[in-house]
């Protein structure tokens, strides 16, 4: 680490004031997790499950990104990984460079960013180092999460709704300067302040996952969940799953969730979700070996889901895993019902049968993360202790690539943190009395990992 890092991490540590850490000096380069572009092309003719995340993500010294109009550099204390992460280090469905290289056309902004390697990771928690011209709301010192939808609000697509802006880009994924380096670029509409009973890297592990359930279950803009609402959570302990349980619980729904394990089903249990179904030991395994979806499968997940709720179908499916679920989603939800997703995990190209939507009036809606207002509300209930955060384990950053490596293998629980700055778990807490209040909500995936 250059000795410039060590006084501002010291500074951090020690809660030096902003005005003090605002005298230090910036170094020159960091340590950042990062791709290169002329290695995209490593994997090709490689099935997905053996690309190695190991072999494509390096940790090294890059230098820092430069601050611009309504940007703001945070030093980062931690980070995490979540799967846009994985599909950068396997250049899947495409190189992320191609982002890069599209939005550096005619941007001299976004061109800053076009770099022959990638800082990567889509969440962070840390503090506000320097502002650009522009900037009012944040100053060097202020302890931050980040929202990771980076907008430019030029357009008037995005004035109603931020992620309908059509330069709406995931930061670290679709930009560089990403979390998993020592000082990030953010615009300033991507800060909130840190939830303070969270160590550093439990808060990082919060904002997408938690934003992107968030607007899928609650808004306005997603199923808008009632009170009651059986609602089908398919990888129900994962990143965005785990917090959909708890939105769903919070809310006063009915989650039933999907896992593939007898341990994931306890830890389903343990979050508070009673009905789980164990996709493994039921078989549910929708697609045959000629390559048709086996509407039997369906209907035994449709009478398990009925089983469990006194024969009620899901209001909701809350959909990602994409072509291997999105038939039987389809054919499961309720009359009237909504399937919502925001992935196709298992591949892009989802079947399912029309009748079972068009003759009973079901709906499916697209959802992406979600917009800066959604982004705010959903952190104020992890800041008043109703939606915790899921992680099971952290990583030096040095250690990022098998941390990615075990989320492309389904090896994980829930999130996995990375502490960048951060040289130990734990810190960061500074609301004790909060903290104690929640400590078994917070710890429930830790006693999983
Ligand atoms: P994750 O932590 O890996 O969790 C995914 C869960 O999906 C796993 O726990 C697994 O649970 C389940 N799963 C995997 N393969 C499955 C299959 N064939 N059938 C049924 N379930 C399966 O990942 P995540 O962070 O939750 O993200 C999930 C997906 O959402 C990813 O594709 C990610 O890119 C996407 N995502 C999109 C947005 C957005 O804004 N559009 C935001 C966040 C995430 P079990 O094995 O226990 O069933």
Not at 158 to 170: E, F, L, N, T, W
Not at 324 to 350: L, N, P, Q, W
Not at 373 to 387: D, F, P, V, Y
Request: net charge negative; proline share 5%; charged share 25%.
């Amino acid at each position: 680490m250059a000795n410039e890092m060590k006084e501002i991490l010291e500074a951090i540590l020690t809660e030096t004031s902003g005005a003090e850490l605002a005298d230090l000096p910036l170094p020159d380069s960091m340590r950042g997790a990062i791709v290169r572009r002329d290695e995209v092309g490593m994997f090709d003719g490689m099935a997905s499950a053996d690309k190695d995340p190991r072999k494509s993500v390096h940790v090294e010294e890059v230098p820092i990104p430069p601050l611009g109009p309504n940007e703001v550099r945070v030093a980062v204390m931690a980070s995490s990984i979540n799967y846009n992460t994985v599909w950068t280090s396997m250049f899947e469905p495409l190189p992320t460079f191609g982002f890069l290289d599209r939005r550096a056309k005619g941007n001299p902004l976004a061109a800053r960013h076009n770099l022959d390697w990638q800082v990567i990771g889509s969440d962070a928690s840390g503090v506000v180092l320097d502002v650009g011209p522009g900037v009012t709301k944040w100053k060097t010192g202020d302890r931050v999460v980040v929202h990771p939808i980076a907008v430019d609000m030029e357009d008037h697509f995005g004035h109603d709704d931020g992620i309908m802006d059509p330069s709406q880009a995931a930061w670290g994924f679709e930009t560089n300067f990403g979390g998993l380096g020592e000082i990030a670029l953010v615009k300033a509409t991507q800060l909130m302040p840190k939830p303070e009973h969270l160590t550093w890297e439990e808060a990082a592990t919060v904002s997408l996952v938690s934003t992107t359930a968030y607007r899928m279950l609650v808004s306005p803009n997603g199923a808008q969940m009632k009170q009651g609402d059986v609602v089908l959570v398919w990888g129900a302990t994962g990143g965005i799953g785990g917090m959909a349980v708890q939105y769903v619980l919070n809310g006063g729904g009915i989650p039933v969730g999907v896992v593939s394990s007898p341990k994931r089903v306890e830890l389903a249990k343990a979050l508070g979700c009673e009905r789980v179904i164990d996709r493994s030991a039921e078989g549910l395994d929708f697609w045959t070996e000629d390559g048709t979806q086996d509407q039997k499968v369906w209907r035994k997940l449709g009478q398990l889901i009925r089983e469990l709720t006194g024969g009620e179908d899901p209001d909701i499916v809350y959909e990602h895993p994409g072509r291997s679920t999105f038939g039987a989603s389809v054919f499961v939800a309720k009359r009237g019902g909504t399937v919502v997703t925001c992935a196709s995990t298992t591949g892009f190209a989802h079947e399912f049968d029309n009748r079972y939507l068009w003759m009973n009036l079901k709906r499916i809606i697209g959802s992406h993360c979600a917009n800066y207002k959604e982004a705010w509300e959903a952190l104020r209930l992890t800041k008043l202790g109703a939606i915790h955060p899921i992680m099971s384990k952290s990583y030096p950053l040095e250690e990022a690539p098998d941390a990615i490596n075990a989320v492309h293998h389904n090896e994980h629980e829930g999130k996995l943190g990375v502490r960048v700055l951060a040289p130990v778990d734990g810190l960061g807490v500074m609301d004790q009395a909060l903290r104690a209040q929640h400590e078994d909500a917070i710890d429930v995936y830790r006693r999983f990992a």
